[in-house]
Nanobody, 125 residues
Framework: QVQLVESGGGLVQAGGSLRLSCAAS????????MGWFRQAPGKEREFVAS????????FYADAVKGRFTISRDNAKNTVFLQMTTLKPEDTSVYYC??????????????????WGQGTQVTVSS
């Protein structure tokens, strides 16, 4: 089993920045490709970004490309999502997810094996 714990959410004004963190435990971190998803009220969960086990490959949803950056520190078993130039439409619960032996091309929620509890990000206009 893999446990994922997100942190770093909060309230920010439009144009601001936030950095989300997700700490993993339970399996060697290098066996896991990682992703971030988000879900707004009344909407389906949507892909945000993903990163390969080494960190050498990343992939982004068009809505966040150029504004968000996913990275990982395998020594600390942690994946990050740096969010800049935030917009009100980025308001969602953000979830960290892990897929065993996956790649950065895992972009569908049902491809992921483990999920965190989510952290709320609210962007005010």
């Amino acid at each position: 089993q893999v446990q994922l714990v997100e942190s770093g959410g909060g309230l920010v004004q439009a144009g601001g920045s936030l950095r989300l963190s997700c700490a993993a435990s339970g399996r060697p971190f290098s066996t896991l490709a990682m992703g971030w998803f988000r879900q707004a009220p009344g909407k389906e969960r949507e892909f945000v970004a993903s990163i390969s086990w080494s960190g050498g490959s990343t992939f982004y949803a068009d809505a966040v490309k150029g504004r968000f950056t996913i990275s990982r520190d395998n020594a600390k078993n942690t994946v990050f999502l740096q969010m800049t130039t935030l917009k009100p439409e980025d308001t969602s619960v953000y979830y960290c997810a892990a897929v065993l032996y996956g790649t950065s091309r895992n972009v569908k929620a049902n491809e992921y094996d483990y999920w965190g509890q989510g952290t709320q990000v609210t962007v005010s206009s």
